[in-house]
């Protein structure tokens, strides 16, 4: 906060505080008590605590999505937990159902479902299922670091190209190329959407805002790759933050048309459950003389809240600013992307594999 000594930031991470589980009964010893303890003790603390990859085994990974702001479909997630570390991010929240906290533990644990796969084709081949687009993902990001050393998203594309099944990706990172094969073969039958998310051309901010992920050239970059494969790309500008990005509106969305992008849309920052205080604590650090009026103007947005979880308008905001906003969005979609088409996805491909065609998890 303001007069506050300024703390020692943990490098490459976005949350600088953890706090606790709002579900668990007891409160513990935190990181930093540890650490200062430690201290005390003339233990040495100087290495950063790495992250941990940790497999867990849930009975299914399909998830429904009935959603009026997003529709009716599936979203699937082979990583929970993110150690792209985006102080914004929604699903920092969830990571407490699974023990962990909101802030530091959602970067640094991350949730391994290595048997995602399998549980994916176990479910296609059911009779009963009906075709209907998948979301990868719909918490964290499929092509996180994890997904080098894992590979689980490229094989769960495998399965979904076996099946001629539709699915939308959306990614920050440009891990994303390295599918290219099996984009294109996807994209011949017409079962693949790209939304590649870009927040900010200010380096200084996306190395703040965003410390793990792809830079926006590399992003861009990887815009004009898929492109250039004719794979469709839908640019996310999400989310937009009053008084920290809400400024660039023009310029993401000029580039990102340049680079080859066929759609261009927006989410406005919501700050709900424990992301409001994770995310006043890095607005402070980072921006001391601008964040008060930073989060008044999310407030202004959101009824005089950081969050407003009312369907309709909790994504695009209410207000004069949110229309500013809305109104921004629109004069770029008319100035640089008149002419641009996104193809539905094709559900009608779908063919049921023969049984015992396990070979892609070998």
């Known amino acids: ?16 505080v953890n706090p606790n589980n709002r579900f668990a009964r007891h409160s513990y010893l935190t990181e930093q008590d540890y650490l200062e303890f430690l201290r005390l003790n003339g233990e040495d603390t100087s290495e950063e605590r790495k992250t941990k990859f940790i497999e867990v085994y849930p009975k299914s990974i399909l998830n429904r999505v009935d959603s009026p702001d997003i529709g009716r479909s599936w979203s699937m997630n082979p990583y929970q937990g993110c150690e792209h570390g985006c102080i914004y991010c929604y699903a920092r929240n969830s990571h407490e159902y699974w023990g962990y906290s909101a802030g ?10 290595r048997d995602a796969p399998a549980l994916l084709e176990k479910a296609l081949q059911k009779r009963s299922w009906v075709p209907e687009p998948i979301m990868l993902s719909g918490n964290t990001d499929c092509y996180q670091p994890a997904e080098k050393k894992y590979g689980i998203t490229r094989k769960l594309l495998e399965v979904l190209l076996k099946f001629k099944h539709p699915v939308g990706l959306i990614t920050k990172n ?12 996807l994209n011949k039958e017409q ?14 901010l996306r190395r703040k805002m965003e410390p793990r992920t792809a830079t926006a050239k590399r992003r861009l970059q990887t815009v004009g790759v898929l492109t250039q494969a004719n794979i469709p790309v839908n640019i996310m500008m999400a989310p937009i933050i009053p008084g920290l990005n809400s400024h660039e509106i023009m310029d993401v969305a000029k580039a990102s048309s340049e680079a080859g992008a066929s759609a261009f849309n927006y989410t406005m920052v919501r ?43 909790r994504m695009s905001g209410s207000g004069v600013y949110a229309q500013q906003i809305k109104d921004a969005v629109q004069l770029a979609r008319k100035k640089y992307f008149a002419d641009a088409a996104f193809p539905a996805l094709n559900t009608r491909a779908f063919a049921r594999a023969p049984k015992g065609q396990y070979g892609l998890f070998g």
């Open 174 to 185: 440009a891990l994303i190329s390295r599918d290219l094969d099996l984009l294109q073969a």
């Open 271 to 313: 700050l709900n459950g424990q992301i409001a205080g994770i995310f006043e604590d890095w607005v402070h650090t980072h921006f001391p003389e601008r964040a008060s009026k930073v989060l008044n103007l999310i407030r202004q947005c959101h009824e005089g809240k950081l969050n407003d979880s009312t369907f309709g308008r």
């Open 104 to 113: 530091s533990e959602f970067e640094q644990n991350i949730l391994v479902k």
């Open 1 to 16: 906060m303001p007069g506050d000594k300024p703390k020692k930031l943990k490098a490459g991470r976005g949350a600088q």
């Open 191 to 204: 079962l693949v959407h790209v939304s590649i998310s870009l927040t900010s051309l200010d380096e200084s």
